[in-house]
């Protein structure tokens, strides 16, 4: 399957904006998505991941009740809805498709990636 991730940019803390996962060659309606993020000089780390069927969300503390994961399985698309942007939340955004129906936290859960969005939160 390629992911393709796409909504990244540039915005003022406090701001919003929304990132979009596109899945082709194959559906992923049955696989847990997630998004992962990497700042500079940082890891990669979990930011929101979602079931199969969107019934299970899941967040890391720093994003949770500031970002929303939602998915469209006929669509076959996951999205990012990401408000009270901080500059902390500078980095490149990345989706990802699960090995399992459910998200797992960790990176090596994940059998598909995509090539990552920028998004930049100014102060």
């Known amino acids: 399957v390629q992911l393709q991730a796409s909504g990244g940019g540039l915005v003022q803390a406090g701001g919003s904006l929304k990132l979009s996962c596109a899945a082709s060659?194959?559906?992923?309606?049955?696989?847990?998505m997630a998004w992962f993020r990497q700042a500079p000089g940082k890891e990669r780390e979990f930011v929101s991941g979602?079931?199969?069927?969107?019934?299970?969300?899941s967040y890391s503390n720093s994003v949770k009740g500031r970002f929303t994961i939602s998915r469209d399985r006929v669509k076959n698309t996951i999205y990012l809805q990401m408000n009270s942007l901080k500059p902390d939340d500078t980095a490149v955004y990345y989706c990802?498709?699960?090995?399992?129906?459910?998200?797992?936290?960790?990176?090596?859960?994940?059998?598909?990636w995509g090539q990552g969005t920028q998004v930049t939160v100014s102060s």
């Open positions: 990802a498709a699960a090995r399992s129906a459910v998200p797992s936290s960790v990176s090596n859960g994940y059998t598909s």
């Open positions: 060659g194959r559906t992923v309606s049955n696989n847990g």
């Open positions: 979602i079931s199969w069927n969107g019934g299970l969300q």
